[in-house]
């Protein structure tokens, strides 16, 4: 293992995120929005997310700035880092069509959305959050740098922190009481424990 091996392995959970939401993407879009949250911070919150996760460790990877934050590169850490960008892309993978059409980058209800609470949604109400948090940790782990690395923690865990009582507000306003006994009986982002 080599910082340049855990560097693709970050350039590759990026690819594969991109080619896995695509097609959702697209076929999203092709299913009228009934209730929306998009606004200002809304917009600011994924701006966030994508600096952290994206914008910050992509400069890291071309540039190496900045040099003040390295650290000495661990294949050990690094090979731990590509078991999460693996995890991650699956997890991501398996969220994506379990929601199907109802998905979206912000907070939506689509018309015709149905409440999802199968497949891995059976155990966790968030797993797409679990999946970015799997990235969040695999690029820690793979970019040997406390601001690269770490980037994707603060930037991510900004946008959870401040959107995921809001989500599940709008869930509720549009499930009812569904939507509240399926909290009740699941955890957020791992089965039976958080």
Excluded at 80 to 108: D, Y
Excluded at 172 to 187: H, I, L, W
Aim: proline residues 5%; glycine residues 6%.
């Amino acid at each position: 293992m080599t910082p340049m091996i855990a560097k693709i392995a970050y350039i590759l959970l990026a690819v594969g995120w991109y080619v896995i939401r695509m097609p959702h993407v697209r076929r999203s879009r092709r299913t009228p929005v009934a209730r929306s949250s998009r606004g200002p911070r809304e917009m600011a919150l994924l701006l966030i997310s994508l600096t952290g996760l994206g914008i910050v460790p992509f400069i890291y990877i071309a540039t190496g700035f900045p040099k003040f934050a390295a650290y000495t590169f661990r294949p050990a850490q690094a090979y731990i880092g590509i078991a999460a960008v693996v995890s991650a892309l699956a997890m991501f993978r398996i969220t994506h069509k379990a929601l199907g059409r109802n998905w979206s980058v912000t907070l939506e209800v689509r018309e015709r959305h149905k409440l999802v609470t199968d497949g891995v949604y059976r155990y966790i109400r968030h797993p797409m959050y679990t999946a970015f948090w799997l990235w969040a940790i695999a690029q820690a782990l793979l970019l040997p740098n406390l601001v690269a690395g770490l980037s994707g923690i603060v930037g991510f865990g900004t946008l959870y922190m401040f959107r995921i009582a809001k989500e599940e507000r709008l869930m509720t306003e549009a499930f009812g009481a569904a939507y509240q006994d399926y909290m009740a009986r699941t955890t957020r982002l791992i089965p039976w424990l958080l």
